[in-house]
């Protein structure tokens, strides 16, 4: 029997339009199709017909497999003799514990390729206007998660040492937590530096809020903004006035 192989893929930010050449030409050629809750779903329509499409996703909170159902799934798919696409939101290794399922998959005899995607950390500040880094006024930027594993010790972000350290800063997962991680920015770079919300980046659906560290949780609140959403700070925020056409 063919030995199957385990491709984890990006699938982009949201826009379907956003997946690479490649991994658009694997998630065609899949026998089956494992995906997330924040792949769209014009891609799933690009498999082929009689591809399996497994639904794995994790809304915040709630989990429709665990992370060990999901490895052991690609794995069992895989030897069967299938081509398994893992199917993940943005960049497969950026937040998404792509390098999980890929060494778990390689630690279990199985052949596993990574297709790297358009992360959200920086295509959906992008579609809104924001450039993470500029010649004029950012030459450094970090992107870090607003959420941290459960059981961890202590918490390993800090907050306001990373905004002292570099221009830009890029939060993912950020908003349940915002307040919090607004005011510790605030304590190092003053209230008044720009920053900006983007829910559902790239999609039809975007809305950017506008404010500064000092006001986003507020503006954020009122606007009723929900996940996903990408917290950017720093001066490349007002570039968007310059930047930001209406489609
Ligand atoms: N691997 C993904 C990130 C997974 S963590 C990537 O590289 O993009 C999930 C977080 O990504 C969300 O909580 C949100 O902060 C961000 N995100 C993903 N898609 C988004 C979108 N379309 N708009 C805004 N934020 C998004």
Not at 42 to 66: D, Q
Not at 133 to 162: C, L, N
Not at 223 to 242: H, I, M, S, W, Y
Request: aromatic share 4%; net charge positive; glycine share 10%.
């Amino acid at each position: 029997m063919r030995r199957g192989k385990v491709w984890i893929v990006g699938a982009g930010p949201g826009d379907p339009e956003l997946i690479t050449v490649k991994g658009l030409r694997v998630l065609r050629e899949a026998d089956v199709v494992v995906y997330d809750r924040l792949v769209h779903p014009a891609l799933l329509r690009e498999a082929r017909s009689g591809a399996e499409l497994i639904y794995v996703g994790k809304a915040p909170g709630r989990h429709t497999m665990t992370q060990d159902e999901i490895n052991r799934l690609l794995v069992e798919k895989a030897l069967e003799g299938k081509r398994v696409v893992r199917l993940k939101g943005g960049d497969p290794y950026v937040f998404g514990r792509g390098e999980e399922e890929c060494a778990y998959v390689l630690e279990h005899g199985v052949d596993c390729e990574v297709v790297p995607g358009v992360t959200s950390a920086t295509a959906v500040p992008a579609y809104a206007g924001i450039p993470v880094t500029s010649r004029w006024m950012a030459s450094s930027f970090a992107v870090v998660t607003g959420m941290e594993a459960a059981g961890k010790e202590r918490p390993r972000v800090d907050y306001a040492r990373i905004a002292s350290a570099v221009d830009t800063v890029v939060v993912l997962m950020g908003v349940s937590r915002l307040e919090y991680i607004a005011s510790r920015m605030a304590e190092a770079r003053g209230p008044e530096t720009p920053a900006a919300l983007i829910e559902k980046g790239t999609l039809p659906e975007q809305r950017v809020v506008v404010s500064t560290l000092g006001g986003i949780a507020r503006a954020a609140r009122e606007a009723g903004v929900e996940p996903p959403a990408v917290l950017v700070v720093g001066d490349v925020v007002k570039l968007r006035d310059r930047l930001w056409r209406l489609r």
